[in-house]
């Protein structure tokens, strides 16, 4: 009876190390890579605010060409801005049609968060579980859970 006690709890504990663990993983890499996006676009916001409220027509900046190689370069206007929209295409847009599309994208980008914040809160419930079916098979004392204060 113990060797098939003992059998279950290896089966659970390989579920939970090569299934669940992985999987909270993956969806945790996945939403911090939102959250770069996220970044990102609340940046580009920021800056095309900054131009509109400092009426810049032009300016002076470094350009990024790749590994970290820099070159100055002069914007005569800035009236128009290019936006990456994915998948390797940019489309020019004017800063009000900028910031309405970065809206729109930050408004997915929430939802997109919410919904790996629910993920990671499900599989982790999984996790728990699981352990708690070990902990029962293998007839442990729950823990403890800290008392209560009153205020």
């Given amino acids: 009876m113990e060797s ?9 504990e390989e579920f939970v190390d090569r299934r669940l663990k992985p999987d909270l993983q993956h969806a945790i890499d996945e939403r911090d890579k939102i959250f770069e996006q996220q970044k990102i676009f609340t ?6 605010e900054n131009l509109e ?3 810049i027509t032009s300016l002076r900046t470094l350009v990024n060409l790749g590994s970290e190689v820099y070159l100055q370069a002069e914007v005569t ?3 128009r801005i290019f ?3 994915g998948l390797g295409f940019h489309v020019e847009f004017t800063w009000s ?8 994208r930050e408004e997915r ?8 914040n629910q993920l990671i809160a499900s599989i982790k419930a999984q996790i728990k579980l699981v352990l708690e079916g070990i902990r029962e098979l293998l007839q442990l004392p729950a823990e403890k ?5 009153s205020f």
């Fill in 77 to 79: 206007n800035t009236q």
């Fill in 145 to 149: 859970s800290l008392p209560e204060r």
């Fill in 43 to 48: 940046d580009l916001r920021r800056n095309i």
């Fill in 97 to 104: 049609e900028a910031l309405n599309y970065i809206q729109k």
């Fill in 109 to 116: 980008i929430a939802k997109k968060i919410d919904e790996y």
């Fill in 4 to 12: 098939l006690t003992q059998h279950k709890v290896q089966r659970y």
């Fill in 83 to 85: 936006v990456d929209v």
């Fill in 53 to 55: 409220k400092n009426s």
